[in-house]
């Protein structure tokens, strides 16, 4: 006998692995704020490897405008600003000898609108992820039916996954309108 409750829990899963990639990617979004995670894609060369750029200094931003590097060992203050300077970061590093400071410069109003549309078009990314988990679920619900499932508990268990797509696209929505606020507010 086919489980559809596994069919449901399997649909929810990749629903919710949706959710929290558009959050991961909104995360390194900039919006005019200094957030460390918009350094999430820098890496370093390390002793031969690349390095993620948290794994060789401390980033913290004592301010909403600042970025503050500081790395683990002196010899490594070229290499990260290097590293960031050849990164989609965008933004130029100051050197102190000691620590590299990030100033997140104020976004100008066209910069704030190609966000937008890169926020709005990681939420269409992760509405299509959420409606592909959906179609994959009713087409094992509706191959069950062959394997012995009634039509009505089918019917029902669809419902079901009608609900919870729902449910994630409205929360996809929620995501989107949050960081879309937080670029256009200067």
Do not use: C
Not at 137 to 143: E, F, H, M, R, Y
Not at 163 to 180: N, S
């Amino acid at each position: 006998m086919v489980d559809i409750k596994q069919f449901i829990k399997e649909a929810e899963a990749k629903m919710e692995q949706s959710v929290e990639y558009l959050e991961d990617e909104l995360s390194h979004i900039r919006a005019g704020k200094a957030n460390p995670k918009i350094l999430d894609g820098v890496r370093v060369p390390y002793y031969g490897s690349l390095a993620p750029l948290s794994n060789v200094a401390s980033v913290t931003t004592p301010d909403a405008k600042t970025i503050i590097i500081t790395p683990w060992e002196r010899s490594l203050i070229r290499d990260i600003e290097k590293a960031i300077l050849d990164s989609e970061v965008g933004i130029t590093p100051e050197n102190n000898g000691e620590i590299i400071r990030l100033g997140i410069p104020p976004l100008t109003e066209e910069r704030r609108r190609i966000l937008a549309k890169q926020s709005k078009q990681e939420a269409e990314n992760a509405k299509i992820g959420i409606r592909n988990a959906r179609r994959d679920a009713i087409d094992s619900l509706k191959k069950s039916i062959k394997e012995g499932i009634p039509e009505d508990v089918e019917k029902d268990a669809e419902g079901e996954v009608q609900k919870i797509h729902d449910r994630y696209v409205r929360k996809v929505d929620e995501l989107y309108v949050a960081k879309e606020k937080e670029i256009m507010t200067i």
